[in-house]
């Protein structure tokens, strides 16, 4: 086997391991976000920071 061999052996190699570790990968992403991630975001906070911008906003244009 020569080495122009070899080198097309292992560049079959590390593209067959890259598809699956992105085959996996895609799969966790997606039982992460079917999960929610486990964690719930704090949409309350930003709720009162959108209400208290959209107040200054009425404020400033009521003038």
């Known amino acids: 086997m020569g080495i122009a061999d070899q080198f ?3 560049a079959r190699q590390l593209a067959d391991q890259a598809e699956q570790k992105a085959g996996r990968g895609k799969g966790e992403a997606e039982g992460r976000a079917s999960r929610g991630g ?7 906070g930003v ?7 959209a107040d200054r ?6 003038r």
């Open 8 to 10: 097309k052996d292992k």
């Open 38 to 44: 486990g964690r719930k975001p704090d949409s309350s």
């Open 47 to 53: 709720k009162g920071r959108a209400q208290e911008a």
């Open 57 to 62: 906003a009425r404020e400033r244009f009521d």
